[in-house]
């Protein structure tokens, strides 16, 4: 072979070597196929209501047709315009059974109803559920999603599966599972041996708690609290009925005596023990666990990075400084409160009072 | 030569097990993000202090954002640090203040020492609340970060809060797109692997917050830094304050779009981290403060970074000078094993940590641009040595630092 042309194969081959690897990148380079900025929603405030806003929204066209249904005691069936169809309840839940696969009792079905309603058990609905009306679900209940612009009563056992908003109150009966964002513009009442994840109300009963808000609880307004710290490289006891008026901050172990009050916030390295009554004005954080006695009184943010167990009668926030309580387990006795949030990211769940 | 070789590369290792121990603690460890979830509470109040010269082409964008931001509006004010601007940002600003009485106080510098630390030292005398938030002009809140970098303070050992930067120019050039790729890897993987492993996440000095106690009790902005951020992490630190890395509380940014501004903020970031370097090396490691063992090695690894950029390129001339004199220890099997050793695995380290970013960030097509980097990070060494040598060559040439605002892409406001 003719020398030159022998090096300028060989010229070639080592060039085609070298870029082919590269040939990805000069394509992606040139078609630009993800080259846009990361998704990052500007107008995304973590509203717990989104869904529910939007799915209103959606509901809007159905709202006259459904006044129509009320009035005349009557059901309609229909398709929405992305092809859903829906069912329109007007007078009873009597319609839903012929919308309901004969072999499984499931609801493929929007269904919105236009006056109080009570369903009966064991009905799964694998789209949302709107009642214009107090609406009261049997037992076994299965819901997607569902928005009631009153009451929702959920029986024992029912199952959410992404949201549910009432804008009255919402009260789920012993052992309902509560996936998702579950919120109320009034209150939420859960019976014991509900599991939760995300809730939001004004005022959270968990278990056989009254949701009445107390009137010692109803103070508004920004508090003023301490600047000032204590570091604690150690293990700290904080003695039974002590007032300390300083943030406190403990690498070790931090244990509260019964009766003691805490002007500021406290936050520790380790696990986290508060005995009965004790009193925080401030945030109450733990980077590992925490246990919360009974009758306890928190005024801040009560985090705990890896669980977190609330005996009865402790109450979280006021009516006036609502405030959040979240780890990534949560376990809720009977008889606490929680004004605000709620949020455990793996589960939540009410348990008896010990 | 064969040690300082030696030395080299022992430097060069670390960093590698540490890229990796990063992007590994990221891809299977615990994830912490206590403070995301506060999405109720009593919030207090905030002042957030926007850094602004010359910056007309971007400054409305973030004030319309900062206005509709979700925060109750009588406890959030805005003051936007005018630092001598010569174009129509103050016109803009006042305009603003006037749309939204209240909410808005402009601090017009007219005069003093430049930089973005000495502009924000002197806006200090306005700031009243506990909570402080900072952003750089060209930054664009969304509604909820407020919120979210205000959360992080509920915890009375945080002095200092972190949020997550996001390239919004990236399709432009070349550039652009490795800058969203090293932001990347920079952010999803390094930070939060600070943040997990609970060692030294780094204050970036926008989409940040400070605690005003904290600043106070250190001592105020640092003016005499070219890296303002990274003098007050450290600073933090020592006093025992935590930062602490919000990696869902996200801000658009704009990047360089031409290879000499990127030269010149990569310059002024190595500047700014070896002055913290010199200054907070032995006090961290050997002081006594609050800091653990853990944050004491991690932050001294933190303000190393730059160094290793001339420590590599030092590398390189000294491993080429000994291969043409000969010297080849054992007979060059060590040599050529470690050789091979460390090319399948130690030059993969900041690229495996990247492609874990973008992996983890859901987006598929861009990881294609991966073998570009090298570009990046060859001008980076580059970059990042000459502003080293003449950090060194200082008191010889009798330059004084000057702090260069990185020049604005975007063609309206």
Known sequence: ?354 | MLYPLIGIIALILVYTARHYFFTLNRLFGFQRHPYIDIDTANWPKVTILVAAHNEEKVISQILTALMSAHYPQDRMLVIPVNDRSTDRTREIIDRFCNDYPGRIRPFHRTSGKGGKAAALKDAMKLVQTEVILIFDADYTPGGGLIRQLVAPFFDPEVGGVMGRVVPLNVGTNLLTRLLDLERAGGYQVDQQARMNLRLVPQHGGTVAGVRLSALRQIGGWNDNTLTEDTDLTYRLLLAGWKTVYQNRSECYEEVPETWPVRIKQIMRWAKGHNQAMVAYSLPLLFGKHRATLRERLDGFLLLGVYVMAPLTLIGWILALVLFYEGVAPLHGVIAILSFTAFATTGNFAAFFEIAAAVRLDGSRQRICLLPFLVLGFAVSIFAVSRACLSQLLAPITGAKFHWDKTERFRTSS
Not at chain 1, 97 to 106: C, R
Not at chain 1, 111 to 131: L, N, Q, R, S
Not at chain 1, 334 to 352: K, L, S, Y
């Open chain 1, 1 to 354: 072979m003719n020398p030159a042309l022998a090096t300028a194969l060989l010229v070639l081959l080592v060039g085609i070597l070298f870029v082919v690897p590269l040939l990805p990148a000069l394509i992606e380079l040139r078609l630009k196929r993800d080259a846009y900025p990361l998704n990052v929603i500007q107008q995304y405030a973590g509203e717990i209501r989104h869904f529910s806003y939007g799915f209103r929204v959606y509901m809007e066209v159905l709202l006259e047709p459904l006044q129509k249904c009320a009035v005349s005691g009557t059901a309609l069936k229909g398709a929405m315009p992305d092809g859903d169809e829906y069912l329109l309840l007007g007078h009873s839940s009597a319609a839903l059974s012929s919308s309901i696969g004969k072999k499984t009792p499931n609801c493929s079905s929007i269904v919105a109803a236009g006056v109080d309603m009570v369903f009966p058990d064991g009905i799964t609905f694998t789209k949302e559920v709107y009642a214009a009306n107090k609406l009261v679900s049997g037992q076994r209940n299965i819901f997607q999603a569902l928005l009631g612009e009153n009451d929702i009563h959920l029986g024992r056992a029912s199952t959410i599966i992404r949201w549910a908003h009432a804008v009255g109150a919402l009260r789920a009966e012993p052992d309902c599972d509560l996936h998702g964002r579950i919120s109320s513009d009034l209150k939420i009442q859960l019976e014991s041996g509900c599991a939760f994840q995300r809730l939001n109300a004004p005022c959270i009963a968990l278990g056989n708690s009254k949701a009445e808000v107390p009137d010692d609880l109803a103070e508004t307004g920004e508090i003023s609290l301490p600047i000032g710290r204590r570091l604690v490289d150690e293990d700290l006891e904080i003695k039974a009925g002590e007032v300390v008026a300083i943030n406190i901050i403990t690498r070790g172990r931090l244990h509260i005596r019964a009766g003691a009050r805490v002007l500021g916030s406290v936050k520790s390295n380790q696990h986290m023990t508060l005995d009965a009554n004790v009193s925080v004005e401030g945030s109450l954080i733990s980077a590992s666990t925490m246990h919360i006695g009974p009758d306890c009184r928190i005024a801040g943010p009560v985090i705990a990075e890896h669980g977190m167990a609330i005996e009865t009668g402790t109450r979280c926030g006021s009516i006036g400084t609502p405030t959040t309580v979240t780890a990534p387990t949560i376990e809720i006795a009977d008889g606490v409160m929680v004004f605000g949030t709620v949020w455990a990211r793996t589960e939540g769940r009410v348990v008896p009072k010990r």
